[in-house]
């Protein structure tokens, strides 16, 4: 039964971001990065973070200005952001026309970033942990897009708690168009026939980093043979922690 029932209410965001930096990895990727940024967000309660190459004003700079303009894209303009000593950081903030506000020495508690910096690290693992055991490690850093959406996922924005933080910033995830799968899974990618030899193999090994988001519904992997990475939608991919359910032949 349809009524003329109307409900208004104002929504005030607090803008307040949170940044820090992690430890150091135990492995350097291919790629030399060393470090994960990490820059949490109060209002879509959602968690971002960037790799880094070294623990300098000039890389945590970069490694800012990426992850500010991911929140700035999808409409969530900082006005506060709370963080450890990092004066270096101080023009950058201001030149957005946001605050800043440094946290005292060894107090962990105020800083929410700390806590954000706990909750991703216990995913991250996770993830690591159900990798292949051949999977290359150096490659740890191509790994962080698929954790960063998963955790997302799982997380309530604060905005509109119907909508997860992935959600509040990014829209509805569609599993169909963007399908995902253990990270580090072993895989078999198709060659097309345009880029193989007459006589090579149609298939060929590689290892699955995530998914291609501008892609539809096709992985990222990462190819052995070339050391590079290649998009593809025709896969075949073999989980080493569990198997695929298939159809019996009954």
Not at 21 to 31: A, H
Not at 189 to 214: C, M, N, Q, V
Request: net charge positive; glycine share 4%; aromatic share 10%.
């Amino acid at each position: 039964q349809r009524t003329n029932a109307v409900f208004a209410d104002i929504l005030s965001p607090t803008g307040q971001i949170y940044t820090d930096l992690q430890g150091l990895f135990p492995v350097s990727s291919n790629r030399g990065n060393q470090y994960i940024y990490i820059l949490y967000d109060y209002d879509s309660n959602s968690i971002l973070v960037e790799p880094m190459k070294r623990k300098s004003n000039k890389d945590a700079l970069r490694a800012y200005d990426v992850l500010y303009k991911e929140l700035t894209t999808h409409g969530l303009k900082s006005q506060l952001n709370i963080m450890d000593n990092e004066a270096s950081k101080a023009a950058a903030i201001l030149k957005t026309g946001a605050r800043y506000q440094l946290v005292e020495p060894n107090n962990h508690r105020v800083n929410a970033a700390e806590h954000a910096i706990r909750t991703f690290k216990n995913h991250f693992i996770a993830g690591l942990c159900s990798t292949n055991p051949q999977f290359p490690i150096t490659r740890w850093d191509k790994l962080l897009p698929q954790a960063v959406l998963t955790l997302n996922l799982l997380r309530t924005s604060r905005i509109n708690p119907k909508l997860s933080a992935h959600a509040q910033l990014h829209g509805i995830f569609d599993f169909n168009k963007t399908p995902l799968a253990p990270p580090g899974t072993r895989a078999l990618i198709f060659e097309d026939p345009a880029t193989r030899a007459s006589w090579a193999p149609h298939g060929k090994e590689a290892w699955y980093l995530g998914p291609a988001l501008e892609h539809y519904p096709c992985y990222q992997f990462h190819i052995p043979e070339t050391k590079g990475t290649c998009i593809s939608c025709t896969a075949e991919l073999f989980p080493h922690h569990c198997k695929i359910p298939a159809p019996s032949s009954a």
